[in-house]
């Protein structure tokens, strides 16, 4: 966590910087009675992050509606940026939708790109979490899936007071739940939070607890119950065959 720590204190510093810049001038603008270049300041800074936000997360689902992983790699390498942790996250990123999809050479490909042991330890992680996820999709090996998920939420242990951090950890976890209920391992807990994850998770992560959920239910017998879950993997991401299709062939399609 130390190592994590530090570098996101390093990547954070300039944030309250910037933010404390922003409310001076905006009092010194309004001290003036600037009244209308103050109110323009706060919609601009306040307003063009959010927007920025929600259109790059409505883009980043709707990316999952297409037929191949194409478009969702295109946008994350169509990201221009030089600095090293920037072109990891594009090749993490191109990696989950390559794995998603089924394409898991070209998963490959995108994590081998990265000399991952230059990096902090979080971004480490990022390349466990690939491949723990390459061991339930391809594999089907969910004690080396299991293995690989708490390697990586270790790696990407951080304090909960940076941004993003709890739904990171939130992700991590239910990834953890996702191995262990593959691996037979169901008490009601357990599916409880996996229901809460993929009605809570964001973007298109929540497909794979709905899956896993999915996929537990058919075994049981509970088709209405696995039904709901296929609906939501369905709706999220309608052409990702791993996610649409029951672990080694015990259903064909949902």
Known sequence: MKANTRYLLKRYAIVPIAVAYVIFMTAVVFRRGEYATGAVVCVVTIGGPLIVYFWA?????????????DRAIALYHGFKSRSQDSIALMAYSSAFAATLYGDFDRAREEL???????????YQGFETYIHSLL????AGDYSRALTLAKEARDLCDVSGKFPGAKKSRATFDAHLDVCESLSGN???ARLAQLDIASRELPGVSAAIPAWALATYHTGAGEFAEARRYAAIVTRLVPHC??????????????
């Open 112 to 122: 081998a790109s990265i000399n991952w042991s230059f990096l902090p330890p979080l």
């Open 135 to 138: 061991a339930i999709f391809e």
């Open 57 to 69: 997360r409505r883009k980043g689902l709707l990316v999952f509606k297409y037929p191949t992983a």
């Open 241 to 254: 065959t791993p996610l649409t299709t029951m672990p080694r062939s015990r259903i064909i399609r949902f």
């Open 186 to 188: 169901n008490p009601p």
